[in-house]
């Protein structure tokens, strides 16, 4: 949960009135927030860093730093959390965004080539006119795209944050990657012109940006953003060029936002302009800037600051919640948060309105719950439960524990391993075609790193968990979960719990793993019976030898695995002794 530090005067003095430290974390509280600390500047800087001699030269202002919810990037900065809480008291009414043109001649342009999909394949832009920085604006500004780098931005390996100085650069301009030699431009706050290969050296020892090196060091070719003159604007994700840095008298500001998921730049984009519009000569307007695509003619306007519309029950909300509000009360109370209006046709429905600030509304659960605060947690009557019952376990969880204890008894030793494996593991190794069975693809931060270098699948079966390394012969087991892609299910992919079993000795010792099958079939009352129990189907199946392999069938459903390890199998896993397995779906039996 990220923490934003605000000036208490500074706060205070935005929302037209004092409060005491108890009143206000009451208001906190109200709204979502928790006041976690009052402190200075000075306590700041040396409870975080140490610096005595730093400390001496801040200020003594009071600071409340308040936990923010992890997915409100709408409130990292003074100007969102002001605007929240004054909608919330009802002292003004959601701003309405809107995209303006420019006065004088066309939208700004940013063009991204083809090169860029080898490292950072999208970009979005905008620009603010008319922008009055003050001292404490400037740094807000400047601190909101910090929180954002450490938060939705993934320390900017998901999304990078450019803004510039618009006065100083000349459009359109131009997303490029190039050969680290090819770059050169004077870095933030330097002097000095550096070639790309010279600024990785520079400030491989830099406190901050020494950490973002990694994200792009070993491309073959570097992202840069370039103005019609030449002008290098940015370095993402690394650093801007001095040329056109924000200064406080800056008035017009461009804003770029170079990813890799393009999702994230958007949010990152509506987050700023909206946030930062307000001190715009006319306040919560933003020009729009065209992106053109590689391989495109046809621009795309960002950014794109969505308004949609969600309908809720009344309903459904008072049962939810345990209150008994009337449907137009319940619009009332959300208005402090979402504009919220009555269906004229259907008294029961509430029109909720999402703004583009709010890219935490993914659902219409999200809405009850801001329902909830609305109407105050601490108002929602304590109820008991409706009906009472003995609690009991989950049958598939008590049928696993059962085993456990039969199969150990067995003499073999349960093992537990990860849940994640590369792609390797589950295909590669065991001879299989990643494309042919149901893998779940956890997407990767940096799109870089290839997938088969690190844990970016949970395991679709549990034979690459195993890798036994002690004295022989080893006898291993595990009752666990497997994770398969699956198309009917609501995220996309489903939980299996498998039973699997390796023997590891001189020998293969096919029959005590087939002894162990038999066993657990007669603990659970299956006959060996082709038509209402289970009988053993040669199968072909590349990740077992030839001919020592077959498909456990229950009632004619084939529900796994049981034969001899393949032997480029045992060699990919590293494992100089002959392996027998047997693995099956053990929920057909709950």
């Known amino acids: 949960m990220p923490t934003v530090g605000v000036k208490r005067d500074l706060l205070f003095k935005a929302l037209g009135k004092t409060y005491t430290d108890d009143e206000f974390q009451k208001l906190c509280f109200e709204f979502g927030l928790e006041l976690d600390e009052v402190t200075t500047e000075k306590q700041m800087i040396t409870k975080e860093q140490g610096e005595v001699d730093a400390a001496k030269d801040a200020s003594e202002d009071v600071i409340y730093r308040i936990d923010i919810p992890a997915n409100r990037y709408d409130l990292l900065c003074l100007e969102g959390l002001v605007q929240g809480l004054q909608v919330f008291l009802g002292k003004m009414k959601f701003p309405e965004f809107k995209k303006v043109t420019p006065a004088k001649g066309d939208l700004q342009k940013l063009v991204?080539?083809?090169?860029?999909?080898?490292?950072?394949?999208f970009a979005v832009a905008a620009v603010l006119r008319d922008v009055t920085f003050t001292k404490d604006s400037y740094a807000s500004f400047i601190d909101l795209q910090d929180k954002l780098h450490q938060n939705i931005c993934r320390k900017r390996a998901l999304v990078a944050i450019g803004t510039h100085d618009l006065d100083t650069l000349k459009g359109p301009f131009t997303y490029d990657a190039k050969a680290p030699k090819d770059i050169k431009f004077v870095p933030l706050n330097q002097d000095k012109a550096m070639t790309a290969e010279e600024l990785m050296e520079f400030y491989s020892t830099h406190a901050?940006?020494?950490?973002?090196?990694?994200i792009i060091r070993d491309s073959p070719v570097y992202p840069v953003i370039y103005d019609a003159n030449g002008v290098v604007l940015s370095l993402p994700p690394i650093i801007n060029g001095d040329h056109?840095?924000?200064?406080?008298?800056?008035?017009?500001?461009?804003?770029?936002?170079?990813?890799?998921?393009?999702?994230k730049a958007k949010i990152v984009l509506d987050t700023i302009v909206c946030m930062f519009s307000a001190h715009c000569a006319n306040p919560f307007t933003v020009e729009p800037c065209d992106v053109v695509n590689p391989g495109s003619t046809t621009p795309v306007q960002y950014p794109e600051l969505a308004f949609r519309k969600e309908t809720i029950s009344a309903a459904k909300a008072n049962a939810y919640i345990g209150i008994d509000e009337s449907a137009d009360a319940l619009a009332k109370m959300l208005n402090r948060l979402l504009p919220t209006t009555q269906n004229a046709s259907n008294p029961d429905q509430l029109e909720v309105l999402i703004p583009p600030t709010r890219h935490d509304m993914l659902h219409v659960c999200d809405i009850y719950e801001d329902v909830a605060i609305a109407y105050g947690y601490n108002r929602i009557p304590k109820t008991l439960p409706a009906t009472m019952h003995i609690a009991r376990q989950y049958p598939l969880n008590k049928l696993t524990e059962q085993l456990r204890e039969q199969i150990a008894q067995a003499g073999f030793t349960e093992g537990l391993t990860f849940t994640l494996c590369s792609r390797d593991d589950i295909a590669v190794k065991l001879n299989q075609d990643i494309e042919k069975i149901?893998?779940?693809?956890?997407?990767?931060?940096?799109?870089?790193?290839?997938?088969?270098?690190?844990?970016?699948?949970p395991r679709t079966a549990q034979n690459?968990?195993?890798?036994p390394q002690n004295a022989l012969p080893l006898k291993l087991f595990e009752v666990s979960d497997v994770v398969l892609a699956d198309s009917k299910a609501e995220v996309g992919a489903k939980n299996e719990r498998r039973v699997c079993a390796v023997n590891c000795n001189k020998t293969a010792g096919f029959e005590v793993v087939h002894g162990l099958l038999d066993r657990v079939m007669q603990l659970l009352e299956v006959p060996w019976d082709k038509e209402q129990g289970y009988f053993l189907r040669a199968v072909d199946d590349p990740s077992y030898f030839p001919g020592r392999c077959a498909a456990i069938?229950?009632?004619g459903t084939d529900i796994g695995r049981i034969g001899v390890l393949h032997p480029t199998v045992l060699t990919a896993f590293e494992l100089t002794t002959p392996c027998s397995v047997?693995?099956?779906?053990?929920?057909?039996?709950v």
Do not use: W
């Not at 149901?438 to 699948?457: G, K, Q």
């Not at 690459?464 to 890798?467: D, I, L, N, V």
């Not at 047997?582 to 039996?589: A, D, I, L, R, S």
């Open 553 to 555: 069938v229950y009632k």
């Open 208 to 214: 901050q940006l020494k950490a973002y090196l990694p």
């Open 464 to 467: 690459p968990g195993r890798k």
């Open 582 to 589: 047997v693995e099956f779906n053990m929920e057909y039996f």
């Open 244 to 263: 056109s840095k924000i200064k406080l008298e800056t008035r017009n500001v461009f804003i770029e936002c170079t990813a890799t998921d393009l999702t």
């Open 438 to 457: 149901p893998a779940v693809h956890i997407a990767t931060r940096n799109p870089r790193v290839p997938s088969r270098a690190y844990y970016a699948h």
């Open 112 to 121: 991204i080539t083809e090169a860029t999909k080898q490292i950072r394949p």
